[in-house]
């Protein structure tokens, strides 16, 4: 496990004072380390200027979304060398992530004036280009096989130093590193917290279609540092993070036994949730990490949703329809659950009380709905909705109302959030030419919340089922 990045320091302020059941199908289609950094601990004397409050970064994002920010990143200074490598690379990791949000718009490096400046830019040659923010920084090795990074967000306009901030670290975090300091300028200009110090944990699948090798891989979320967890001798299904500790759980075919189970990051460790007799499926912890919901088939191909206690391991069961409740999903204050059924004769989507009680419809548009996912903001449901022969993925509010459908297409599936609310991954297949599975593909894809910046994620082999981890 990589060592974690040492607390930063706050550099001098030089500028500025101031995400189709079926009963035959139930079973897939159902189912289908860093330690946190305080980078802002500030040091005496400095006074950055204030992001924007939360009032104000609707606007700027919805400016953004359409005018992208232009930002200037030169490499960060690092003379010959590692260093001089390193600074480049970081540089490029922060461009990376800026330009692929859609949210800012990374100048051509072609039309940068002059060379290495001194410790407060010369703003009149960004302005020339038309660089509203800037990048500068610089690194150094600390010896013992540390590094030390100190980066400066400027606002060009205005001829002031927005941030200042610099990490000692070991030279293996370097691109975790570029990640953190993308998330301080994500939030110092848009007025909200970034995502790219994340991971994704996802399926990896390769093989013919009719014998396929699932694997449970990990990424960052810009699909560097894949690895795969297993080894694909059992199939894996529905991976999900737990939201303080490095684990994720996951539903498993080990031993021919499908249920769930829980894998320790850091030690490899895959332990079952417990034997609750039938097939466990669709994991999903509470906010606060104490509890996971499930669901469990019974004898007459129903399944009920049970909250299961990680410390005793006693399960408590949440519904008794008499009907498929699968894919439940916590509000992030824990209170209320989402989840689908075809209780009403119909795949659709419900809310009810984090106790089972009260549940409602909420999705009334046309067609089946599935995989229900909360915002980690509270303010919208992600979903899966098929309607003749289309599959979408829409977003709607939790009362039902604001449908709106982000991406459709012959199959796409299970959304999940990144934990800023502001961008969801979910996977995409293509068709087969032949029962053979030739020009069969799936792939992972993002896109911003309200519909534009589709992206696919690059991934080693076929990705599905993506679920997105918490901020680091």
């Known amino acids: 496990m990589t060592k974690p990045i040492i ?57 953004a979304r359409t005018d992208p920010i232009p930002v200037a990143i030169p490499p960060l200074v690092g003379g010959d060398g590692d260093a001089g490598r390193l600074g480049r690379d970081i540089a490029g990791v922060i461009t990376n992530n800026l330009s692929r949000c859609g949210l800012f718009r990374a100048i051509d490096p072609k039309g940068f004036i002059g060379g290495p400046e001194g410790e407060v830019p010369n703003f009149n040659n960004w302005k020339g280009i038309g660089a509203q923010a800037l990048v500068t920084g610089r690194v150094e090795q600390a010896g013992g096989g540390k590094i030390r990074v100190e980066f400066r967000l400027w606002d060009v306009l205005q001829g002031a130093q927005i941030q200042g901030t610099a990490y000692t670290t070991d030279l293996a975090n370097w691109r975790r590193t570029a990640h953190i300091i993308s998330d301080v300028i994500y939030e110092r200009l848009l007025g909200e917290k970034g995502y790219f110090d994340t991971r994704v944990v996802y399926i990896g699948s ?141 795949q659709q989507l419900y809310l009810m009380g984090a106790d089972g009680g009260g549940a409602r419809r909420i999705s009334f548009g046309s067609g089946r709905y599935a995989t229900p996912v909360w915002s980690p903001r509270g303010d919208l449901i992600a979903f899966t909705r098929i309607n003749g022969g289309t599959f979408s993925i829409g977003v709607m509010r939790p009362d039902g109302s604001g449908e709106r459908i982000l991406s459709e297409s012959f199959y796409v599936e299970g959304p999940t959030f990144a934990p800023n609310g502001r961008v969801i991954m979910f996977w995409r297949e293509t068709p087969a030419r032949d029962n053979k599975g030739s020009g069969f593909s799936a792939r992972l894809v993002s896109i911003d919340i309200t ?22």
């Open 7 to 63: 607390p930063a320091e706050m550099l001098p302020d030089l500028a500025h004072p101031g995400f189709s059941i079926s009963r035959r199908g139930l079973a897939v289609g159902a189912a289908a380390s860093f330690l946190p950094l305080n980078a802002f601990a500030q040091t005496p004397g400095a006074t950055p200027s204030a992001a924007p409050s939360a009032a104000d970064s609707a606007i700027v994002v919805d400016r």
């Open 206 to 346: 390769t093989g013919p279609r009719d014998r396929r090798v699932r694997r449970l891989a990990i990424m960052d979320q810009d699909g560097e540092n894949n690895r795969f967890l297993t080894d694909g001798t059992w199939l894996a299904h529905s991976p999900r993070f737990h939201p303080t500790r490095d684990e994720i759980a996951f539903m498993s075919y080990a031993n021919s036994r499908p249920r769930i189970y829980l894998f320790d990051l850091s030690s490899g460790r895959q332990t079952p949730l417990g034997d609750f007799g039938g097939i466990t499926l669709s994991p999903r912890f509470a906010p606060d990490g104490n509890s996971l919901l499930l669901s469990q088939t019974t004898q007459n191909g129903n399944a009920d949703i049970y909250r299961v206690d990680l410390g005793s391991r006693r399960a408590s069961r949440l519904t008794n329809s008499g009907s498929i409740d699968v894919s439940p999903c916590f509000s992030p204050d824990g209170s209320q659950i989402v989840f689908n059924s075809d209780r009403g004769g119909d």
């Open 451 to 472: 519909g534009f910046n589709e992206r696919q994620i690059a991934t080693p082999t076929d990705g599905s089922e993506p679920a997105w981890g918490p901020l680091l």
